[in-house]
């Protein structure tokens, strides 16, 4: 179900904000909307403030998403070789 633009309708704050913004841009309302609606589709920001990596992660699926010890840091065999080239390189 499509919303008809003509029907949507802004509380005084966002109508505020809007204003706001157009004083801070030097830019028509008109324009500020014209560049919204260009912007690509972004993922949804989360706050910063009380969130940590993991919840981020999690959000995003990413906890649990690979196989492996569970904390490499722990175990110092874990870090065997990193940094050297594997095989044959091209300036071998």
Same mark, same amino acid.
């Given at each position: 179900?499509?919303?008809?633009?003509?029907?949507?309708?802004?509380?005084?704050?966002?109508?505020?904000? %809007?204003?706001?913004? +157009?004083?801070?841009?030097?830019?028509?309302?008109? $324009?500020?909307?014209? =560049? #919204?609606?260009?912007? &690509? @589709?972004?993922?949804?920001?989360?706050?910063?403030?009380?969130?940590?990596? %993991?919840?981020?992660? +999690?959000?995003?699926?990413?906890?649990?998403?690979? $196989?492996?010890?569970? =904390? #490499?840091?722990?175990? &110092? @065999?874990?870090?065997?070789?990193?940094?050297?080239?594997?095989?044959?390189?091209?300036?071998?």
């Amino acid at each position: 179900m499509a919303t008809d633009p003509n029907d949507i309708q802004l509380t005084e704050e966002q109508r505020q904000l %809007l204003v706001q913004r +157009a004083e801070e841009t030097g830019k028509p309302v008109s $324009e500020l909307l014209d =560049d #919204l609606l260009a912007q &690509p @589709k972004r993922p949804r920001r989360v706050p910063r403030e009380g969130v940590s990596m %993991l919840d981020v992660m +999690a959000a995003h699926g990413l906890v649990g998403a690979m $196989e492996g010890p569970g =904390d #490499l840091s722990t175990n &110092p @065999k874990h870090m065997e070789g990193f940094g050297k080239p594997r095989g044959r390189t091209d300036t071998d």
